[in-house]
């Protein structure tokens, strides 16, 4: 994936990449290198996420730039059927005084 200037429009945006199990026991992890082109492990990679089921990695503002390119790799210990997504997203303040319920992409948060 390279960052362009089409979808990167604000520069004070975060990137979101989401790993979503398709079944009950799937647990796909992400990594993500800027210069590996097959990033498999926490070792080989800049940015990554491993717990159990789903998984949901933020890359902030200032960890990247236009032009970038990110590698993004899905591994999974044994088979599993999953949903990759990825997008830019901003901040949202959330006021403590009342629970509220925000929608991701069909997802909730």
Known sequence: MTIGERYYETEEEHIT????????????????????????????????????????????????????????????????QYKLRVWFTSEIDLVETSRAQKRFDAYST
């Open 17 to 80: 990449v989401k790993v979503i199990a398709e079944n009950f026991d799937s647990d796909p992890d992400v990594f993500i290198s800027k210069t590996n082109p097959e990033p498999t492990s926490s070792l080989d990679s800049d940015f990554y996420c491993e717990r159990e089921g789903s998984e949901t990695c933020i890359i902030h503002n200032g960890e990247f730039e236009v032009g970038d390119t990110l590698y993004i790799g899905v591994k999974c210990d044994r088979e599993c």
